[in-house]
């Protein structure tokens, strides 16, 4: 394993560390002191880990960690070929994925199973997946070209014969009689005779139905060779020579050598210093490692943090089943937001029966009450009685690009009035006076507005309103975000200098 591209230890380092670091070659082994960064002993290091992650991890699990941390489809990329080397890692790790999913569930089971599908007399379904950006010659079977279509078809082994002739002993099972035998042209067994000439008109049939298959995958040109021998036999060739010779060709094709430009010899690039690729490296990886995606939550949590070092805390990493339509957030808050997505706005249809579903499915059956008494206090605001009576959206997730970056998050509420879009957010933050309503707009602030920002970009319409629906125990508070312009203009500032002082693609935020 060490010495495998994985780990890329050469032979010169592992004779180091055996004779020059008298290191072992074992995982329990403790790593010579001050040697740590030894090729060798950062590959002991990782095979350390992963011999421990294999009590809880599953073998595609175990695999996919490998090929992630070590790099091995970057790596593949200096093989010169490395969408095949790509392929076989996905199907390697896809057949894993199928082996635990069958119930296997032990690595070292997984590996004696592994072994078997290497063996030479093992045969292992394979599909392969069409490689649709890569601009080459694929040569398939027509069972393995059903469904697809190419710019340009080159039909290849027209001479087979389509009847096929009779070798060999044979035996069959016809469902509806005795089995029929053939061991020779002589040998063969009642009613042998009978059901060979259903199953060769049979056969011929399927054989036809191939060939037209064959001959449909074309989009622009479809390319055919009709040399033939003069034979009785029937062939792909023959099939298709008598419809070709009795239809007229609108513009016969003359092939021609066209003459190529000639190649411009390339300039020898002259390899820069290590500390100037080092600068370049930083430079490169900097700019890669530049956040590219911004969450509109994130802005808020950012300002919150920067105001009050105290609400610092990292993201919760949550793993809701399936069946939780609410999103991040305390249970309460997640079962709230989850019922305001599938009621009737209108009337509050089915609200008993999703505020229980949802309480069961965050674990709080026992504040169902309250998350019903909440989701009527919102059924209650204006903004809920504006968008039952024209076009709104729910739960509606927007994203668009603001400045270089991208602004993403998911609306609550987005509806039509009649002075423009009205983005509604609904809070589960408990407010009982001026003061606490002021701080907690004034915290969501960005956020607001970068929903509405990105609404306007996305959609190409204005948005006329963004406001806040506090939803406290004892009723609900409207607050309307004030200058919504010089706030959205914020925003696009934040955005940047958020981007830039990020090292990570994406952030996982916690919704209120």
């Not at 019903?372 to 709104?392: K, M, N």
């Amino acid at each position: 394993a060490l010495r495998s591209f994985v780990y890329g230890c050469g032979d010169d380092d592992l004779a180091h560390w055996r004779l020059g670091v008298r290191g072992r070659f074992t995982l329990r082994a403790p790593i010579p002191e001050g040697h740590d960064s030894h090729p060798v002993a950062l590959g002991l290091q990782h095979l350390q880990q992963l011999h421990e992650a294999r009590l809880w991890s599953t073998p595609a699990e175990l695999l996919d960690r490998l090929i992630r941390e070590r790099g091995v489809l970057e790596t593949a990329i200096a093989g010169g070929n490395p969408r095949d080397v790509w392929r076989r890692l996905r199907f390697v790790i896809d057949q894993a994925r199928a082996w635990v999913d069958a119930g296997g569930v032990d690595l070292r089971a997984y590996l004696r199973w592994a072994r078997l599908q290497g063996a030479d007399n093992a045969r292992v379904s394979e599909t392969v997946l069409p490689e649709t950006d890569d601009d080459s010659v694929r040569i398939m079977t027509i069972h393995g070209s059903k469904g697809l279509e190419f710019p340009i078809t080159v039909l290849a082994g027209m001479t087979t014969k389509i009847q096929k002739s009779d070798r060999g002993a044979s035996i069959s099972f016809p469902p509806d009689s005795d089995p029929a035998l053939r061991l020779s042209s002589v040998v063969t067994s009642e009613g042998y005779s009978t059901w060979k000439s259903i199953d060769d008109q049979m056969d011929e049939h399927e054989r036809l139905r191939l060939l037209y298959v064959a001959t449909t995958r074309a989009r622009d040109h479809l390319i055919v060779s009709l040399h033939r021998t003069e034979s009785t036999a029937s062939t792909g060739a023959s099939v298709m020579a008598g419809p070709a010779n009795e239809c007229e060709v609108s513009t016969p094709f003359v092939p021609t050598i066209a003459s190529r430009p000639a190649l411009r010899p390339s300039e020898p690039v002259a390899i820069p210093d290590r500390d100037t690729w080092l600068t370049e490296r930083s430079v490169a990886l900097e700019r890669a490692s530049a956040r590219t995606v911004v969450a509109a939550t994130t802005l808020a949590r950012e300002a919150a943090e920067a105001a009050d070092p105290g609400l610092d805390k990292r993201p919760r990493d949550l793993d809701l089943p399936p069946w939780q339509k609410g999103r991040y957030g305390t249970a309460v808050g997640r079962a709230v937001h989850g019922v305001l997505q599938v009621i009737g706005l209108a009337d509050g249809a089915g609200l008993t029966a999703a505020a229980a579903a949802q309480a069961a499915a965050e674990g709080v059956a026992n504040r169902q009450d309250v998350i019903e008494r909440l989701a009527r206090h919102a059924l209650a605001t204006t903004v809920a009685a504006e968008a039952a009576a024209g076009e709104f959206w729910r739960e509606l997730w927007v994203a668009a690009p603001i400045g270089d970056h991208l602004v993403e998050g998911y609306v609550d509420l987005l509806y039509r009035s009649r002075s423009g879009l009205v983005v509604v957010d609904w809070k589960t933050d408990q407010v009982h006076d001026d003061a606490a309503v002021a701080a907690k707009v004034d915290r969501y602030r960005l956020q607001g507005a970068a929903y509405a920002a990105a609404v306007e970009a996305a959609t190409g319409e204005a948005v006329d309103r963004m406001v806040f629906v506090f939803l406290n125990a004892d009723g609900p508070v409207e607050v309307e975000l004030p200058d919504l312009g010089p706030a959205i203009a914020e925003v696009k500032t934040s955005t940047a200098e958020l981007a830039e002082a990020s090292a990570v693609s994406e952030a996982v935020v916690e919704f209120e």
